[in-house]
T-cell receptor, first 114, second 111 residues
């Protein structure tokens, strides 16, 4: 298995632009997580899905952030409009679900908003 | 909060030495996990220990859990330069099995 796949790996954009981050979880995994990592705040859980349904989005910082999971093999995290304080590394992780809670992380997308 | 706190924040040792990192948490847990993150990469799961377990081993890794002290330790024996990374503990508890990550310990192993 290729593991969790994220794209793009790096994104540089100007303030006000829309940014879309993409994730393909490991096949057969039922849970998907989006995290943001910064030096100041560490690793923050933004949202997680179980069987494609958003379960908890309380970590999404504000309405500019939205996430979708249209099917079991694809999820997006969108920021519109982007701001410089959104600069961070965004990770997607998947987990088999049920009693198996270990998470498998993708390589991350490093987002820079200028 | 379930968030674990790792200690120390940074650790620098020589190759061949043992490295010990600690994680403390505030409320009762279901499970505690340790992850490694190499620079510029995603986190990699190392080991999970359940609340009814006291010790687990995996290769050169040894994890202990003391629920009475609400703490865990990760021991890496005979460290190698390749062990240089950040190490995170993640705890889940109450009605949720979603782990919350600490801020991590940065380990540098000098060759």
């Amino acid at each position: 298995d290729a593991g969790v796949i994220q794209s793009p790996r790096h994104e540089v954009t100007e303030m006000g632009q829309e940014v879309t981050l993409r994730c393909k979880p490991i096949s057969g995994h039922n849970s998907l997580f989006w995290y943001r990592q910064t030096m100041m705040r560490g690793l923050e859980l933004l949202i997680y899905f179980n069987n494609n349904v958003p379960i908890d989005d309380s970590g999404m910082p504000e309405d500019r952030f939205s996430a979708k999971m249209p099917n079991a093999s694809f999820s997006t995290l969108k920021i519109q409009p982007s701001e410089p304080r959104d600069s961070a590394v965004y990770f997607c992780a998947s987990s088999p679900g049920g009693l198996v809670i270990e998470q498998y992380f993708g390589p991350g997308t490093r987002l820079t908003v200028t | 909060s379930q968030q674990g706190e790792e200690d120390p924040q940074a650790l620098s040792i020589q190759e061949g030495e043992n490295a010990t990192m600690n994680c403390s948490y505030k409320t009762s847990i279901n499970n505690l996990q340790w992850y490694r993150q190499n620079s510029g990469r995603g986190l990699v799961h190392l080991i999970l220990i359940r609340s009814n377990e006291r010790e687990k081993h995996s290769g050169r890794l040894r994890v202990t859990l003391d629920t009475s002290k609400k703490s865990s330790s990760l021991l890496i024996t005979a460290s190698r330069a390749a062990d240089t990374a950040s190490y995170f503990c993640a705890t889940d508890g109450g009605g949720s099995y979603i782990p919350t990550f600490g801020r991590g310990t940065s380990l540098i192993v000098h060759p």
